[in-house]
């Protein structure tokens, strides 16, 4: 969507989100929001417990209305949930709202960036590896629906990530108002 007022990061967890996010949200002088992060600071609970005491059904609901909330601001780079993409209502929100960039990563990337992580409650399985390629099968697709960008995986290398990054979406998004009638509750 161009032009757009904020920038939608999307892509499996470990691509690096929240990283590249802060890192574009002060390039580009807009306020950054982590989706989890929010959902979070907002419940007082944490993503794991809210899987374990509501299910993931309880959490996607809790996850889109926190969505619905944040795209009601302009100006903001938001890096949202690896799962956020599995609801329609949410990729429509998404497109409506911002431009969505879709950071991809492997299940061998994030099987490698996330080997210490043990808060992640989809990853509460022996078989870590199986269970990422699982996800990667059904989410991919919704990704791809979803985004005006695809960054490609050389400009994710580590070394010039945020210039090579900034770069490509500088290129691609025109920063801009939305369409506010849109909106959910507009």
């Keep these: 969507m161009n032009p757009a007022p904020n920038l939608i990061l999307v892509g499996p967890m470990g691509a690096g989100k929240t990283t590249l996010g802060r890192r574009l949200a002060q390039h580009f002088g807009l306020e950054f929001h982590d989706l989890d992060h929010e959902l979070e600071e907002h419940t007082g609970a ?3 417990l809210i899987f374990e005491l509501e299910g993931e059904a309880g959490f996607r609901n809790r996850e889109r209305a926190m969505l619905e909330r944040l795209c009601q601001v302009d ?4 890096a949202t949930g690896g799962g956020s993409v599995l609801d329609p209502g949410n990729r429509a929100l998404m497109r409506r709202s911002g431009f969505v960039v879709y950071l991809p990563a492997t ?3 994030q099987l490698a960036r ?3 992580d043990r808060q992640r409650p989809l990853l509460a399985t022996p078989d870590r590896a199986a269970r990422l390629q699982e996800l990667a099968e059904v989410r991919e697709p919704l990704y791809l629906e979803v985004a005006d ?3 490609p995986e050389s400009v994710l290398a580590p070394e010039r ?3 090579r990054a900034a770069e490509a979406i500088g290129q691609a998004w025109q920063q801009g108002k939305a369409d506010t009638s849109s909106r959910i509750g507009a």
């Design 46 to 48: 944490s993503v794991a």
């Design 75 to 78: 100006g903001q780079v938001l």
């Design 107 to 109: 299940p061998a990337q």
């Design 114 to 116: 996330l080997k210490r």
């Design 149 to 151: 960008l695809v960054l």
């Design 161 to 163: 990530a945020i210039q």
